[in-house]
């Protein structure tokens, strides 16, 4: 049998890139995993990473390492760079950053799942503004040049790229110039809160970080402009700004609730009551969150752009707004209206969300994986008995 060890950029949170990881590392019968930093708490009640063998550089250990872990980002290559993975046959790095960069030896295969190209270096909107800062820009601009070119020689170690969207795979081949074959993450809700109960009431439901490029103050002068009631939920740096203005008496014809962060329990029963799901995210890389709407059968409403593009079906699953504006959010939530009793959302959302699911994740992953530790296998065999 051949050992496998597992890379991944940062476990310091837990989203769609570290349950995609704890998918992996359940399949694999649990191999260590090798990470920049790690946060434990990030993962209480998430039953993710359980007794794992998490490895870390020992100065990831300090307190402040992850508070300011940003402010490390040009070390961060050289640590993966460093890493001994001798002891092991086959490497599967996840990587939306530096993952991918480790180094291997000839026998072994370096399989690497791409979440997307580092959006910082590739000019796509990120939750960091600290580029558009006149003290920082001038900085950031040369670690950025550097981290660029070792990203595009990183990203030719690995053997085989995977990725999550046709979205991701084009940009793959436009900055790596290499192909990659996609697998799909899946959905990850708790079975056990299918039974809770749908919060009431007529409202839209929007659901993400509360960050500029995520749009919500769009969609919250929309729904304000519509005399439409909206429910916000997440948490972020910009919450306050986004609060003002639902708060905004000028314009008060809807019912905007700013909710803050809300925990899992209290996410289903939005999604399960809500009238269609908003979210205007900007070049989304996949974009789980509509998804979870569809699974409980409601529409989404979002951005004409990215790897949405891939499940949402205008008119069948949901709309697309076509501009990131308030009038491209009011035009697509009045289409919607338009054809809301015409549509079978529910049938159509949630035969979209079964095609997601962990155990297909899975099973495309290992077959993937068996058949180039095969040939990978043979190849050395050949090349063992030329020798001979």
Not at 152 to 161: G, I
């Amino acid at each position: 049998m051949p050992k496998i060890a597992i890379i991944h950029d940062y476990l310091n949170t837990y989203g769609g890139a570290e349950s995609v990881v704890n998918a992996i590392w359940e399949l694999f019968d649990k191999p260590p995993i090798y990470t920049a930093l790690w946060n434990p708490k990030a993962f209480e009640g998430t039953k993710a990473f359980e007794n794992a063998d998490i490895r870390v550089p020992k100065w990831a250990g300090f307190p402040f390492v992850n508070k300011f872990y940003k402010y490390l980002v040009p070390l961060y290559p050289l640590m993966f760079e460093r890493l001994n993975l001798s002891d092991f046959d086959i490497i599967l790095s996840s990587s939306a950053n530096f993952a991918k960069g480790v180094k291997t030896n000839k026998g072994q295969l370096h399989i690497s799942y791409i979440h997307t190209p580092p959006r910082f270096l590739y000019g796509y909107p990120t939750e960091t503004v600290k580029r558009d800062v006149w003290y920082w820009k001038p900085i950031l601009k040369v670690v950025d040049y550097f981290l660029l070119r070792w990203d595009q020689k990183a990203a030719q170690r690995p053997d085989f790229l995977l990725c999550n969207s046709k979205e991701v795979k084009l940009r793959i081949k436009k900055f790596y110039k290499r192909d990659a074959e996609i697998i799909p993450p899946f959905l990850s809700l708790n079975k056990d809160y299918e039974e809770i109960k749908a919060e009431g009431g007529d409202y839209y439901l929007i659901i993400t970080r509360m960050s500029l490029y995520k749009n919500p103050d769009k969609v919250i002068l929309a729904c304000k402009e519509l005399g439409r009631s909206l429910k916000v939920a997440g948490n972020g740096k910009e919450f306050e700004r986004f609060k003002k203005i639902a708060e905004d008496v000028s314009s008060n014809k809807g019912k905007i609730e700013m909710l803050g962060f809300v925990s899992e329990k209290r996410k289903t029963a939005l999604l399960k009551g809500c009238r269609a799901f908003i979210y205007p995210v900007e070049y989304e890389d996949f974009g789980m969150a509509p998804l979870e709407a569809m699974y409980f059968g409601k529409p989404a409403i979002v951005l004409n752009q990215g790897g949405l593009k891939d499940y949402l079906v205008e008119e069948y699953n949901g709309i697309y707004i076509q501009k990131p504006t308030v009038e491209g959010v009011a035009n697509a939530i009045k289409k919607f209206e338009g054809m809301e009793k015409k549509v079978n959302w529910e049938k159509n959302c949630k035969k979209t969300a079964e095609r997601y699911t962990k155990e297909q994740f899975q099973h495309k992953l290992k077959e993937f994986v068996e058949e180039k530790w095969e040939k990978a296998s043979q190849m050395l065999n050949v090349k063992c008995q030329n020798h001979i």
